[in-house]
């Protein structure tokens, strides 16, 4: 059984985790259609701190795994502990993917998006959703205790969302503070929405979206550098 496979029937072992970081968002993308057609980009901020949490969630039951030993046979057999991390992002990001494609699906049919703006949508998210889970991951290898894990993050991300302008317009924040945001990825997914939303998909909505996507790969390669969980 692949370490992929492994992680899929996990997740679907803990409904809990899996549906409701699948179901909720999805219901959100639903329901309020106002909102991806009035202001799509204020519902792009909301969906991403949904994902936020539902990344969590899902990455959390990497916590499980330590438990029950897991962890420990994968570090003594031929498999690196980055390999370990990323097919289980890889499952973890799973029902991201399928919210993605949701909201472009929707974006075409429902709320009459262009084409090019529902393709510059599903790149902005999709590398989102990759670097939330990456993310979510490596925090997870740094906690020995799941409510810790989710203490400390809910913490860290109400943090993030406060600066980075997911929650606040940066324009709104104290001038001293309103580039600090730009050390968390959330900061470059907004500017990237932000510039997808006013000028289209420009070389700065790739340059954005790839600074998000370095942000991931950092995570994934800092994750899988730790050798004792």
């Given amino acids: 059984m692949t370490i992929f496979k492994y992680a899929l029937l996990r997740n679907l072992r803990s409904p809990v985790a899996y549906f409701a ?14 909102m991806w057609t009035d202001a799509p980009a204020g519902g792009l901020l ?18 499980e ?30 029902p991201l993917t399928l919210q993605i494609i949701l909201l472009g699906t929707l974006g075409l049919t429902r709320y009459h998006w262009s084409l090019p703006f529902t393709a510059g949508i599903t790149i902005t998210l999709l590398a989102f959703a990759m670097a939330s889970a990456a993310f979510a991951f490596c925090w997870n290898t740094y906690f020995k ?63 954005y979206n790839g600074i998000v996507l370095l942000f991931g790969t950092g995570f994934l390669l800092l994750g899988g550098s730790r050798r004792k969980l």
């Fill in 21 to 34: 970081g699948l179901l909720v968002p999805s219901i959100f993308i639903i329901a309020p259609a106002t």
């Fill in 46 to 63: 909301m969906l991403a701190t949904l994902m936020l949490l539902s990344a969590n969630l899902l990455a959390a039951l990497i916590l």
């Fill in 65 to 94: 795994d330590r438990m029950d030993g897991a962890v420990m046979k994968i570090l003594i057999s031929p498999t690196t502990m980055t390999r370990y991390i990323f097919q289980n992002l890889l499952a973890s990001i799973l």
């Fill in 145 to 207: 205790s799941r409510g810790n894990s989710n203490y400390a993050f809910l913490f860290f991300i109400a943090v993030m969302m406060l600066i980075s302008g997911l929650m606040v317009p940066t324009a709104a924040l104290p001038t001293a503070i309103q580039h600090i945001g730009a050390i968390f990825y959330a900061y470059w997914f907004v500017r990237a929405v932000t510039a997808l939303a006013d000028y289209g998909t420009t070389a700065w909505f790739w340059l």
